[in-house]
């Protein structure tokens, strides 16, 4: 089940009702994880930039929808290699600020997953 996101603030998402005080992946059963930045911070020094060893960590087989929400003010951007990687695996990804993926989120049907972005 898909799980609801009730709402986030600098630092914070809220989730049906639970507060994670990082970022977030969102699985396609409904799974909750703390996002694992340091995947492309390794790489790229930032977690604004998502590398493709992160992309592939995010990802899951049979994924359409990836719903990427790029913090506060929009900072996080896919890398080149990421976004080959998931036009390879035919998966649609949206990179929208987090209020507004927050909205696309809970008005997703099928099969979607979830990155959320907290801060800047």
Known sequence: MK????????????????????????????QVEKRKKKLSKAIYGTSHTLSQDEARYVYEKGTRRLIVGT????NVRLSDEAADYFKRKECQVELLPTPEAIRAWNEAKGQVIGLFHVTC
Not at 15 to 22: L, W
Not at 71 to 74: A, K, L, S, V
């Open 71 to 74: 913090g506060q003010y929009g």
């Open 3 to 30: 799980p609801k996101i009730d709402q986030t603030s600098f630092g914070s998402i809220t989730i049906e009702g639970t507060v994670f005080a990082h970022d977030v992946i969102i699985r396609g059963d409904g």
